[in-house]
C-alpha cells in the first residue's frame, strides 16, 4: 500500500503549476483523475513544444505521470451530473484555473458540499480567490517580477532576471499540495470538508523569507550580487576556476579556516577583521578580489578535489546534461523511465518525496495519461453508467460535441 493509495483527487489543472501538485501526490499512490475539456482539446500542456506528437508533448509528460484523463464538458447539464456523480466517490477537488474561476464552475466547498460533506475543494490560481485581482491571468514569469524576484537576480549591471526553472510554479504547487493534505486529514478527522484558496502571488511573496525581514524590520534594500554571491555570508559565491565556474561556500566558520589551508592562503585566518563573518561582510571587495585570482590559477576538478578532502562545501556549475550524468541521480533513482506510444521510451526525473525505508525501491511509474484514455475505467467501472446511459451522456454533449484543431 502506498501512502496515499485511499485517496482519489478530481484535478481540473492545465500548464505546470497544478499538474505538478497533483503529480507529487499521484506519485505517492492517489489516484489523480484529471478532467480535461474536450472543447478546447484538454491540457494545453499537451501541445507546448519544441517536442510534440500529435496530442502529446514531453513538456506534458514531465507533469502527469501516474494520473488518470477523463474528457468531460462540465459547463454542461450533462456534464456537470457527472462530474457531481464523481465527486460524491472522491475526496478532493483541485484545480489550478484563475481566481473567479472557482465560482463560475461552481466547484467551491459551498457548491459541493450537498454532494459530499467532507470533499476538499483546493484552487492554486495566480492571485487567489479572495483577491481584487482574482479575475487576472497570471505566470510564473510576471509573478517572479511582481515579488522582486526578478531584482534580485542576476549580476549588478546587468538587466533583471529571471530564475532558469519555473519555481514560483512549482513552489505554488508543492504547497498546495501540503495545504490539500492538511485539509484532508481535518476533513477525515471532522467529517467535514473547507476549502483551499492557494495563490502563487502568495507563494512568490512568502519566500522572500530574510531580505523580507531585513527590509520590513531595519529597512535594508536588498540588491543583486556579483557572482551569484550570498548576501551577508563571504565567501560563498560562483568562483571562476582555469578552465570553469565552481560554487565555494562557508556558512560555518569552519569552513573559512579549511578554505584558507586549501588556498595556500593561511595569512587570511590570522589576518584582524577576517575571522568573523561581519569582518569579512566589511572587507568583501578586497578579500573577494584576492580569492579569485587564486582560484584561476588551477582547473575546476584539482580545486573541487582538493576541497572535498578538507570538508569545504563546494561544487562544480553543471550544465543540465552533466547534472543528469552525475552518477549520484541514478543512485538515488531520479531517473525514470516510461514507454509511450508516440516517444517510445521516455526518460525524465523522478519526485524528490520519499516515503519508506531508506533506499528502498520506488514504484514503476506509470506514463502520462492520453486524452480521454482512461473514460472507460471512470465512467463504467467507477461510476457505473450503462452504455445506454453513456450513448445518452454523449448525444446531450457531456463529453464534448467535437474536438476543435489540437491546440486551440
Same mark, same amino acid.
Given at each position: 500500500?502506498?501512502?496515499?493509495?485511499?485517496?482519489?483527487?478530481?484535478?481540473?489543472?492545465?500548464?505546470?503549476?497544478?499538474?505538478?501538485?497533483?503529480?507529487?501526490?499521484?506519485?505517492?499512490?492517489?489516484?489523480?483523475?484529471?478532467?480535461?475539456?474536450?472543447?478546447?482539446?484538454?491540457?494545453?500542456?499537451?501541445?507546448?513544444?519544441?517536442?510534440?506528437?500529435?496530442?502529446?508533448?514531453?513538456?506534458?509528460?514531465?507533469?502527469?505521470?501516474?494520473?488518470?484523463?477523463?474528457?468531460?464538458?462540465?459547463?454542461?447539464?450533462?456534464?456537470?451530473?457527472?462530474?457531481?456523480?464523481?465527486?460524491?466517490?472522491?475526496?478532493?477537488?483541485?484545480?489550478?484555473?484563475?481566481?473567479?474561476?472557482?465560482?463560475?464552475?461552481?466547484?467551491?466547498?459551498?457548491?459541493?458540499?450537498?454532494?459530499?460533506?467532507?470533499?476538499?475543494?483546493?484552487?492554486?490560481?495566480?492571485?487567489?480567490?479572495?483577491?481584487?485581482?482574482?479575475?487576472?491571468?497570471?505566470?510564473?514569469?510576471?509573478?517572479?517580477?511582481?515579488?522582486?524576484?526578478?531584482?534580485?537576480?542576476?549580476?549588478?549591471?546587468?538587466?533583471?532576471?529571471?530564475?532558469?526553472?519555473?519555481?514560483?510554479?512549482?513552489?505554488?504547487?508543492?504547497?498546495?499540495?501540503?495545504?490539500?493534505?492538511?485539509?484532508?486529514?481535518?476533513?477525515?478527522?471532522?467529517?467535514?470538508?473547507?476549502?483551499?484558496?492557494?495563490?502563487?502571488?502568495?507563494?512568490?511573496?512568502?519566500?522572500?523569507?530574510?531580505?523580507?525581514?531585513?527590509?520590513?524590520?531595519?529597512?535594508?534594500?536588498?540588491?543583486?550580487?556579483?557572482?551569484?554571491?550570498?548576501?551577508?555570508?563571504?565567501?560563498?559565491?560562483?568562483?571562476?576556476?582555469?578552465?570553469?565556474?565552481?560554487?565555494?561556500?562557508?556558512?560555518?566558520?569552519?569552513?573559512?579556516?579549511?578554505?584558507?589551508?586549501?588556498?595556500?592562503?593561511?595569512?587570511?585566518?590570522?589576518?584582524?577583521?577576517?575571522?568573523?563573518?561581519?569582518?569579512?561582510?566589511?572587507?568583501?571587495?578586497?578579500?573577494?578580489?584576492?580569492?579569485?585570482?587564486?582560484?584561476?590559477?588551477?582547473?575546476?576538478?584539482?580545486?573541487?578535489?582538493?576541497?572535498?578532502?578538507?570538508?569545504? !562545501?563546494?561544487?562544480?556549475?553543471?550544465?543540465?546534461?552533466?547534472?543528469?550524468?552525475? !552518477?549520484?541521480?541514478?543512485?538515488?533513482?531520479?531517473?525514470?523511465?516510461?514507454?509511450?506510444?508516440?516517444?517510445?521510451?521516455?526518460?525524465?526525473?523522478?519526485?524528490?518525496?520519499?516515503?519508506?525505508?531508506?533506499?528502498?525501491?520506488?514504484?514503476?511509474?506509470?506514463?502520462?495519461?492520453?486524452?480521454?484514455?482512461?473514460?472507460?475505467?471512470?465512467?463504467?467501472?467507477?461510476?457505473?453508467?450503462?452504455?445506454?446511459?453513456?450513448?445518452?451522456?454523449?448525444?446531450?454533449?457531456?463529453?464534448?460535441?467535437?474536438?476543435?484543431?489540437?491546440?486551440?
Amino acid at each position: 500500500m502506498r501512502p496515499l493509495s485511499d485517496v482519489r483527487i478530481v484535478s481540473i489543472e492545465q500548464y505546470g503549476a497544478g499538474p505538478f501538485a497533483s503529480m507529487h501526490l499521484a506519485d505517492l499512490g492517489a489516484e489523480v483523475i484529471k478532467i480535461e475539456d474536450p472543447t478546447v482539446g484538454g491540457d494545453v500542456g499537451r501541445y507546448v513544444p519544441p517536442f510534440t506528437e500529435g496530442e502529446d508533448s514531453l513538456f506534458f509528460e514531465s507533469f502527469n505521470r501516474n494520473k488518470r484523463s477523463l474528457g468531460l464538458d462540465i459547463r454542461s447539464e450533462t456534464g456537470r451530473e457527472v462530474f457531481e456523480r464523481l465527486v460524491a466517490k472522491s475526496d478532493v477537488v483541485f484545480s489550478n484555473l484563475r481566481g473567479d474561476v472557482p465560482e463560475k464552475l461552481k466547484i467551491r466547498y459551498e457548491d459541493l458540499r450537498s454532494v459530499n460533506p467532507a470533499i476538499v475543494c483546493c484552487s492554486l490560481s495566480g492571485f487567489g480567490m479572495a483577491s481584487s485581482r482574482r479575475n487576472e491571468p497570471s505566470y510564473d514569469y510576471m509573478l517572479q517580477g511582481t515579488a522582486g524576484w526578478m531584482h534580485l537576480t542576476g549580476e549588478p549591471d546587468g538587466p533583471p532576471t529571471k530564475s532558469g526553472l519555473s519555481l514560483v510554479d512549482y513552489s505554488g504547487g508543492l504547497i498546495a499540495a501540503v495545504s490539500l493534505l492538511a485539509a484532508l486529514h481535518a476533513a477525515r478527522r471532522d467529517g467535514r470538508g473547507t476549502d483551499c484558496d492557494i495563490s502563487l502571488y502568495d507563494t512568490a511573496v512568502s519566500l522572500l523569507t530574510y531580505p523580507a525581514a531585513w527590509y520590513l524590520t531595519a529597512g535594508h534594500q536588498p540588491e543583486r550580487t556579483r557572482q551569484s554571491a550570498h548576501p551577508s555570508l563571504v565567501p560563498f559565491q560562483n568562483f571562476e576556476t582555469a578552465d570553469r565556474w565552481i560554487v565555494v561556500g562557508c556558512a560555518k566558520e569552519k569552513f573559512w579556516t579549511r578554505l584558507v589551508e586549501v588556498l595556500e592562503m593561511p595569512e587570511l585566518a590570522k589576518e584582524d577583521g577576517l575571522s568573523t563573518f561581519a569582518g569579512r561582510r566589511r572587507q568583501r571587495e578586497q578579500l573577494l578580489e584576492q580569492m579569485e585570482a587564486r582560484f584561476r590559477e588551477r582547473p575546476a576538478e584539482e580545486w573541487l578535489k582538493s576541497l572535498r578532502e578538507a570538508g569545504v !562545501p563546494c561544487a562544480p556549475v553543471n550544465t543540465v546534461a552533466e547534472a543528469l550524468a552525475d !552518477p549520484l541521480a541514478m543512485e538515488r533513482g531520479m531517473i525514470v523511465e516510461t514507454e509511450h506510444p508516440r516517444f517510445g521510451s521516455v526518460r525524465g526525473v523522478s519526485t524528490a518525496v520519499r516515503v519508506g525505508p531508506p533506499g528502498a525501491d520506488r514504484p514503476v511509474p506509470r506514463r502520462a495519461p492520453q486524452r480521454d484514455e482512461d473514460s472507460g475505467y471512470v465512467l463504467e467501472e467507477l461510476l457505473g453508467y450503462s452504455e445506454a446511459e453513456l450513448a445518452q451522456l454523449r448525444q446531450s454533449g457531456a463529453f464534448g460535441a467535437g474536438v476543435p484543431q489540437a491546440g486551440r
